[in-house]
């Protein structure tokens, strides 16, 4: 078992401050992918009409999840970009209608207008691909309390896979991530509000990605919560031959599992029913117990 996770696990209290909630680490976390993109890699067009998004929100809720994580961008390599207009249009409603729902409701993005958007309708979480590194993220974020996540990607989305080149990939993810953490501290964001995740799949070759997973401790920087997002991604299918990437559950619950085992406390999964599973026997064999996700928060009583 790796320092990392005791020194986050809330053996010790840690409490990630999201929004409307305050998020107790006290067991993995399960955030579910809720893509409302036509073009997603896995599952691309599944959800973009509103009822069949709300309705697969809901049921991954009744499965475990403890956060819904909406995405109306494709970050595919390779993806066409989307407007901005399109992208609000996909996501905004959603989640007004996703507010009472019980759990933190997050956006995945990287466009300042979008944050902002979405924190005027009430959005909890904010996960970004680019770090807040776009120019004016900063600022959309700050005068708020919505939970944050910094990822670490090489490029772009659209060249991102393009022969990316480490020298050593768990010195450059920690590197990145610590600047980040530290640009979003002298902001005035307080680093209860982060987590940082080393970007699974974000200009890494497979190779890249399981150096990365296995050295973990080392590539991801202290103090702060780990989110890690493997499910369905095309490692798992250099790994397993799996081409179809629905296909590659077992494959990701295993990514998942060693993740958690290296200090993740937070997973990014499609498949919430399996992963549910799986962490309920990995805290069996750790001796500690399952909480169910109603009670992995408290509401927190901020006011704007
Ligand atoms: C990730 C993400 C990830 C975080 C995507 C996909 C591609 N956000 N958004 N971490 N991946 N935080 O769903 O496979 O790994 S989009």
Redo the contacts with the bound molecule.
């Keep these: 078992m790796s320092n990392t996770f005791k020194k986050i696990s809330s053996a010790n209290g840690a409490i990630l401050q999201c929004g409307r909630f305050k998020l107790k680490l006290a067991r993995p976390l399960i955030m579910g ?1 809720l ?1 409302v993109t036509p073009d ?3 599952d691309g067009g599944c959800f973009v009409n509103y009822n069949t998004a709300y309705a697969r929100a809901h049921q991954m809720i009744d499965e475990g999840a403890d956060i819904i ?1 909406i ?1 109306g961008e494709s ?2 390599p390779g993806a066409p970009l989307v407007t901005l207009d399109k992208e609000l249009e996909r996501v905004l409603f959603l989640i007004e209608k996703l507010l009472n729902a019980g759990v933190p409701i997050s956006i ?1 993005t990287y466009k300042p207008q979008v944050m902002r958007a979405a924190l005027n309708v009430g959005v909890d979480f904010i ?1 970004d ?1 680019r770090g807040l590194r776009q120019p004016g993220a900063l600022d959309a974020v700050r005068d708020t309390f919505c939970g944050l ?1 910094v ?1 670490h990607m090489q490029g772009a989305p659209s060249t991102m896979q393009h022969k990316p080149q480490y020298h050593d990939i768990s010195a450059n993810v920690r590197d990145f991530l610590n600047e980040r953490i530290c640009s979003l501290e002298q902001a005035g964001i307080a680093s209860n509000r982060l987590c940082v ?1 080393p ?4 200009g890494k070759t497979a190779q890249h990605n399981f150096t990365l997973l296995r050295e973990l401790p080392r590539a991801i920087p202290t103090g702060v919560p780990t ?3 493997l ?3 095309s490692m798992i299918g250099a790994a397993t031959g799996r081409r179809v990437p629905k296909q590659r559950i077992a494959g990701s619950l295993a990514g998942m599992l060693a993740a958690i085992d290296r200090g993740a406390a937070i997973v ?1 999964v499609h498949d919430v029913a399996p992963t549910v599973d799986a962490l309920k026997v990995w805290q069996a064999i750790n001796g500690r117990p399952w909480y169910h996700a109603q009670s992995m928060h408290v509401m927190s009583n901020n006011k704007l």
Excluded at 199 to 202: N, P, T, V
């Design positions: 992918i893509n997603s890699f896995s994580d995405g970050t595919r995945d996960n691909i996540c990822v995740d970007g699974f799949g974000f989110l890690v997002g499910s369905r991604k990014r």
